[in-house]
T-cell receptor, first 118, second 111 residues
Framework: GAGVSQSPRYKVTKRGQDVALRCDPISGHVSLYWYRQALGQGPEFLTYFNYEAQQDKSGLPNDRFSAERPEGSISTLTIQRTEQRDSAMYRC????????????????FGSGTRLTVV | LAKTTQPISMDSYEGQEVNITCSHNNIATNDYITWYQQFPSQGPRFIIQGYKTKVTNEVASLFIPADRKSSTLSLPRVSLSDTAVYYCLVGEGGGTYKYIFGTGTRLKVLA
């Protein structure tokens, strides 16, 4: 697609429910990143993929969080047994090369999914 | 681990040049420095990227000294619409392409 697409834009869920957040990167982009951003804070790294391989998941807060990108394109971030502290904006970004190796392009971010756990 | 340090906030007036400096003492030898702009309710947007010396595009200039331990984003003749948070980003090194955003610099442009 023309840009990075995330869905849903807004998600309200009850505490204890599982949620799945979807990211559709720009076609042909190798790297895909997940970040979480609280209001007034910078984006917090969660995990990233090169193609279908998850390269680094050190930013995932705990084992309730997982991510996959099975065919090297669309990615899903899943949060199991949601808690109120999981409420945040979840942002996905993609880049042409590994990391920011595509000189002059950096990441392209999606519009994000606003998750609210009640 | 690489870590960036920027001023928390800056004020400027329309038409002035704004320089925002970021320190990154532990930048990896092969890593680039990238700057992003973020408006409220939007995702960060790529501004400029460089490795050393000076890079210029239609939006900004990026100055990187020889030791690469810092970089300065220069915005010429800012306008009210440049009010945003600006982040510099470097990799963590060690063979990973993990990128950590710092707290950023909140630039407020006044009329």
């Amino acid at each position: 697609g023309a840009g990075v697409s995330q869905s849903p834009r807004y998600k309200v869920t009850k505490r204890g429910q599982d949620v799945a957040l979807r990211c559709d990167p720009i076609s042909g982009h190798v790297s895909l990143y997940w970040y979480r951003q609280a209001l007034g804070q910078g984006p917090e790294f969660l995990t990233y993929f090169n193609y279908e391989a998850q390269q680094d998941k050190s930013g995932l807060p705990n084992d309730r969080f997982s991510a996959e990108r099975p065919e090297g394109s669309i990615s899903t971030l899943t949060i199991q047994r949601t808690e109120q502290r999981d409420s945040a904006m979840y942002r996905c970004a993609s880049s042409l090369g590994p990391g920011q190796g595509a000189l002059g392009y950096g990441y392209t971010f999606g519009s994000g999914t606003r998750l609210t756990v009640v | 681990l690489a870590k960036t340090t920027q001023p928390i906030s800056m004020d400027s007036y329309e038409g002035q040049e704004v320089n925002i400096t970021c320190s990154h003492n532990n930048i990896a030898t092969n890593d680039y420095i990238t700057w992003y702009q973020q408006f409220p309710s939007q995702g960060p947007r790529f501004i400029i990227q460089g490795y050393k010396t000076k890079v210029t595009n239609e939006v900004a200039s990026l100055f990187i000294p020889a030791d690469r331990k810092s970089s300065t984003l220069s915005l010429p003749r800012v306008s009210l619409s440049d009010t945003a948070v600006y982040y510099c980003l470097v990799g963590e090194g060690g063979g990973t392409y993990k990128y950590i955003f710092g707290t950023g610099t909140r630039l407020k442009v006044l009329a």
